[in-house]
Structure formats: structure tokens, C-alpha cells
């Protein structure tokens, strides 16, 4: 991942995002931690960029430390219209977290749930 790549979806400069894309950008490149640009625009909570992303193709079940996703990164984030834009775009919410205590063997709905969204967490659940 390149670092302008990076720092756009971290930003969640939609511009910036647009303007790579057209000029080939990988979508799913993985940063040092092996994070994509989606699960970076996810856990900031930019909405449009998480929204560009996801038109652009980008893998939705990536996963990365913790075994987490781009939808359980918005959770734990509580940025709850993302974890719904990326659940309604077909994300896998069956993928489990591992590793750490408070994900390991975690949904997107049971971390919702331990944070007190049931509502979300419901949606999440199915």
C-alpha cells in the first residue's frame, strides 16, 4: 500500500480516494499491519470514503490483528452507519475474532452487544 493510498482512506479524503482509483490503485493493498483501505476508512468512520471503497470493489472480509473485519472494526469504533453500509453490502458477519481477550471467537454482533448496541447487534446477527 502505497503511503498517499493510505493516508486517504485513514482520512477518509474521498477525493483523493477517487482520484487513485481511476488511476488503478490496488483497492484491497494491505498497509505494514495488514490493514486494507477499507478497513482503515472503517475504523475512522468515513462513511462516503467506506461508501467509495465498497463501489470500487474493495474485499469486504479482509481481516487483519485479532482476526478482525472492516464491519467489526466500525463496531468496536461504534461507528454503527458503517458497520450497516458494509452488513447491507454483503460483508461476512459470521467471521469470528482470535487472539486478543474481548474478540477471540467475536462476531460483528457479539461485539456490538458487548458495547451495548443491541439494536445493531440484532441487525448484525441476521
Excluded: C, Y
Excluded at 477525493?15 to 478497513?39: E, K, N, T, W, Y
Excluded at 481481516?63 to 453490502?89: C, E, P, W, Y
Excluded at 474481548?102 to 451495548?116: E, I, P, S, V, Y
Aim: glycine letters at 12%.
Amino acid at each position: 500500500m502505497t503511503r498517499e493510498w493510505e493516508r486517504a482512506a485513514e482520512q477518509g479524503n474521498t477525493p483523493a480516494l477517487r482520484s487513485q482509483i481511476r488511476a488503478g490503485a490496488d483497492v484491497d493493498a494491505l498497509d505494514r499491519f495488514g490493514q486494507s483501505a477499507l478497513m482503515l476508512a472503517a475504523r475512522g468512520g468515513h462513511l462516503e470514503a467506506v461508501a467509495v471503497l465498497i463501489a470500487a470493489g474493495a474485499n469486504l472480509n479482509t481481516t487483519a490483528k485479532f482476526g478482525l473485519s472492516a464491519t467489526m472494526l466500525a463496531v468496536i469504533n461504534d461507528h454503527q452507519s458503517v458497520a450497516r453500509v458494509l452488513a447491507a453490502a454483503g460483508a461476512d458477519l459470521s467471521i469470528e475474532g482470535s487472539g486478543a481477550p474481548g474478540f477471540a471467537g467475536k462476531t460483528a454482533a457479539a461485539l456490538a452487544l458487548d458495547r451495548g448496541r443491541k439494536e445493531l447487534a440484532a441487525e448484525l446477527a441476521g
